[in-house]
């Protein structure tokens, strides 16, 4: 009965290596959000989405970009990863901006 | 700026003994505060939020404007209740659901 799904779990890539990070919903909830998380640091939000509407944190690298073909499905992708952007990488989703947000369990990505 | 501040890394309690998990937030305007929680290999949940004004699972928190303070309390821990406690903030006039967390504490309660 998962509800926000995120695959894979783990990543592994090389330095400079493009990769796709994959959340999923079953809730057909309008917003989407991606947050980073470092070893011992709080959650940050990357970006989010409500329904097509991309919204940026102002302070997002521009290596990192996200897609939404539809509404189950957004991905993070990171063109030229550096060993600075291994981390927890967490989707969350809710309904309205001011819902409760639902994460999926993360995936976690190593950059070598 | 908005900002969370959780000062304790983690905090260990006997069981049956109170728990109080500090947090404090740094926001000008009016703050929603939360506060999530993730149990071992399980995936980030919310416990609670200021304006629910209820007590999950025997948690409770109140906001406290004066101290800028939303620090999480239980009165007699159990075991069961060992994980890792996120506060987190939302603008109260954001249009966007944007959360800012806290780094955590982890609440280990021994038997």
């Known amino acids: 009965d998962a509800m926000v799904i995120q695959n894979p779990r783990y990543q592994v890539t090389q330095f400079g290596k493009p990769v796709t990070l994959s959340c999923s919903q079953t809730l057909n909830h309008n917003v989407m959000y991606w947050y980073q998380q470092k070893s011992s640091q709080a959650p940050k939000l990357l970006f989010h989405y409500y329904d097509k509407d991309f919204n940026n944190e102002a302070d997002t690298p521009d290596n990192f970009q996200s897609r939404r073909p539809n509404t189950s499905f957004c991905f993070l992708d990171i063109r030229s990863p550096g060993l600075g952007d291994a981390a927890m990488y967490l989707c969350?989703?809710?309904?309205?901006?001011?819902?409760?947000?639902?994460f999926g369990p993360g995936t976690r990505l190593t950059v070598l | 700026a908005q900002r969370v501040t959780q000062p304790e890394k983690l905090l260990s309690v006997f069981k049956g003994a109170p728990v109080e998990l500090k947090c404090n937030y740094s926001y000008s305007g009016s703050p929603e505060l939360f506060w999530y929680v993730q149990y071992s290999r399980q995936r980030l949940q919310l416990l609670l939020r200021h304006i629910s004004r209820e007590s999950i699972k025997g948690f409770t928190a109140d906001l406290n404007k004066g101290e800028t303070s939303f620090h999480l309390k239980k009165p007699f821990a159990q075991e069961e209740d060992s994980a890792m406690y996120y506060c987190a903030l939302r603008a109260g006039e954001s249009n966007t659901g944007k959360l800012i967390f806290g780094q955590g504490t982890t609440l280990q309660v021994k038997p």
């Open positions: 969350a989703t809710s309904r309205e901006w001011n819902n409760e947000q639902f």
